[in-house]
């Protein structure tokens, strides 16, 4: 199933009272330091589960229709901070900022809310490809850094990119930290998972995208590779940038603009460059 934009809109009482139907009744949880359920951890979820914090990660998974929410924990700020209102049988903890700290990653800014929900459901190839031609598919091979795709993540949200490709083995998992850096933007943006980059990146070809790969020793310049129809950027990781069989599967190579005096950018930084020269192409 594919997600949409219109996802993160309506009410927390509709999308969830949805969600609820035939759930059994829970009422409000109410925990004490130390002794919170599920709070023995360090970030980690239970089993089949992911675990967000923050106000916008955890604000766009409960406007989420496709999320699956097991529980929040919280603090009454944190609660008031939202922009909307809980169902009265939504299981929340309420609990102290120290208490929501073992919850998460050392050091997370949970800003007052943790929330444990399923995984968002598979998206496939196929499901993205034959949408409006305007949006760009961003490709990344081996990105593996969290914070990185997170912020991907955001870029593509806000220049409207179709979706975001990765690898199943060479990329993270949905986490915590993903959804953080992503502000929201999880919940907005396709983002799949092939087994094979090489051929799925054949299969973007021939859905009529035109491959540009992003590259520091290129001759072009994005701007002159740029074409007029569909577009897949294609990223790899810092250092090694794309693996060979990945650039071969590219139809040109091009490289952003940047001063001699900077021998590259972080790749959340260049993928943002990139979708931006995409959205204001003439």
Same mark, same amino acid.
């Given at each position: ?7 993160? +809109? ?124 305007? #949006? ?17 993540? #955001? ?55 035109? #491959? ?31 693996? +060979?069989?990945?650039?071969? +599967? ?33």
């Amino acid at each position: 199933m594919s997600r949409k934009e219109s996802h993160c +809109h309506g009410t927390f009482g509709d999308i969830m009272n949805k969600q609820d139907e035939g759930r059994k009744k829970k009422g409000a949880l109410r925990g004490r330091a130390g002794r919170m359920q599920g709070g023995r951890g360090s970030g980690r979820a239970s089993a089949g589960a992911v675990r967000l914090w923050g106000r916008h990660a955890v604000e766009a998974a409960l406007k989420n229709p496709e999320r699956n929410h097991r529980k929040l924990w919280a603090t009454r700020e944190g609660v008031a901070s939202l922009d909307g209102e809980l169902p009265a049988d939504f299981p929340v903890e309420w609990a102290q900022p120290l208490d929501l700290a073992r919850l998460v990653a050392r050091d997370a800014p949970h800003q007052g809310l943790v929330l444990e929900c399923d995984a968002l459901p598979d998206v496939y190839l196929d499901e993205v490809l034959h949408g409006d031609p305007s #949006r760009p598919l961003v490709v990344l091979d081996q990105v593996t850094d969290p914070h990185n795709v997170g912020a991907i993540l #955001r870029s593509a949200a806000a220049f409207n990119a179709c979706a975001i490709l990765t690898q199943d083995r060479h990329a993270p998992p949905e986490s915590g930290v993903v959804a953080k850096s992503a502000s929201g933007a999880l919940e907005v943006v396709p983002w799949i998972r092939v087994v094979n980059l090489a051929r799925a990146l054949e299969e973007v070809a021939e859905a009529g995208y035109w #491959r540009i790969g992003l590259a520091g020793e290129a001759e072009s310049t994005l701007a002159e590779a740029l074409p007029a129809g569909p577009v897949a950027l294609v990223l790899g990781a810092e250092g090694e940038g794309m693996r +060979h069989n990945v650039q071969q +599967h590219c139809d040109a190579i091009a490289r952003l603009p940047i001063s001699e005096a900077m021998e590259s950018l972080n790749v959340s930084n260049a993928s943002a460059i990139a979708l931006y020269a995409v959205a204001t192409r003439s």
